[in-house]
């Protein structure tokens, strides 16, 4: 199963900071694989839903004001075990303890700017992408360079 989705919001801070093609780039160039993409000034309402389990923290309203404080980039990227890869690529939550090499421990020093956002799980992800995509905006397609992003063990399944 290649088909597995995740949620990526290019969010207010990597915009201000002309970063949003060097994050769309690094999943692009991973071999996630893009099948949905628009920008959006996302509404308070939507942030309240999507940061649901952090209500009760100190930060909850600065970061809904920073979330809607600008236009994202949102995306909806497919691949085998896509939400870790992405996680993978993005870094730890906090910017000055996030991974060197990934966005985050690249270009981050903050806890809360921390320029992208990848869904932790696929059940979260799913939940994460109605919210914010209705399904006809993301497409089946297929990517004539898919023989050369996974390979296909002797039993036929991809590796
Ligand atoms: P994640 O984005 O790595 O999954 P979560 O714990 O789900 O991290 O938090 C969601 C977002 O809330 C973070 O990406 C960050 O923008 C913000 N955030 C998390 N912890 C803090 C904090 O201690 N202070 C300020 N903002 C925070
Ligand atoms: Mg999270």
Redesign the pocket.
Known sequence: MVNERTLIIV?PDALNRDLAGEAISRFERKGLKIVAMKMEHLPVYKLKEH?A??AE?A?FE??IK??SSIPSILMVLEGKEACKVARKL?G???GREAEPGTLRGDYSVS????LV??S?TPEIAEKEIKNFFAEKEIFEYNKTNFDWIYARDSKGEIV
């Open positions: 969010k940061y389990h952090l923290k930060f600065e970061l920073y979330m993005i730890g939550t906090y806890n809360q700017m921390n956002h990848a932790e």
